[in-house]
């Protein structure tokens, strides 16, 4: 077979090359997970056992306190708070030290969020799939859980909704999330630049923008929030034809 004047045959390294997005997600989910062994093992040694060692020794010290004490019982909600954080911060380190994440079946780790935030009574989640499901890419499917995850925390810690809901949709073109809440909405100023000492809105454009992909959030205060994540089908899933 010639092409441009170049003739390629089984054995012409320009016979066997990947499609070039092909090629970079390859390169980018080894580099991923690599890095990702590195910060989880340095999370693990040094903020986690830290942290442990604080929420311990708090711990005796209440158990020392007289049952009277005023100050017992607001210091048992710090322990409890401080309880839940070291079960999320150790599932995340987890996540970090795993190849295989959460996020190859989306609709059943969207579905544990509000479970895992306490928030399964206080508010009425729904969860909608529309379109065949497809595997993505696993790069992909982190960057997407990870992007849901944070959307969904927001609205249910910050909004004050009663309603939250989640939609992926597997269209012809295009893998859609969309994270949207009945709640206070967010201030046009956050929504613009993010709100100072928060990952929230810039981590997630950040990480759209390493996968090709689009965030838009639409929101008004006092009428809710709609957050959207577009990713190409070239881009989100393998090829059928390999």
Known sequence: MRLDGLSLTSRSPYFFRLPPIRREMRVREKERLAERTRIAQYLHDTVLQHFLGAFLQLRVA???????SPTRPHLCKVLEL??????EFHRAVQGLRSSKTESHDLEQAFSRIPEELGAEEQVEFRLLVLGSPRQLRPFIGEEIYWVGREALVNAFRHSGAHKVEVELEY???RFRLVVRDNG??????????GRDGHWGLPGMRERAERIGAKVRVW???AAGTEIELSVP?????ESRNR
């Open 171 to 173: 269209a012809p073109r």
């Open 82 to 87: 401080m309880g839940r954080v070291i079960e």
């Open 62 to 68: 209440v158990d020392q306190l007289p049952s009277n």
């Open 233 to 237: 089908n070239s881009i989100a899933f």
């Open 219 to 221: 929101s008004r205060v």
């Open 184 to 193: 206070c909405g967010i201030d046009p100023e956050v929504l613009l630049s």
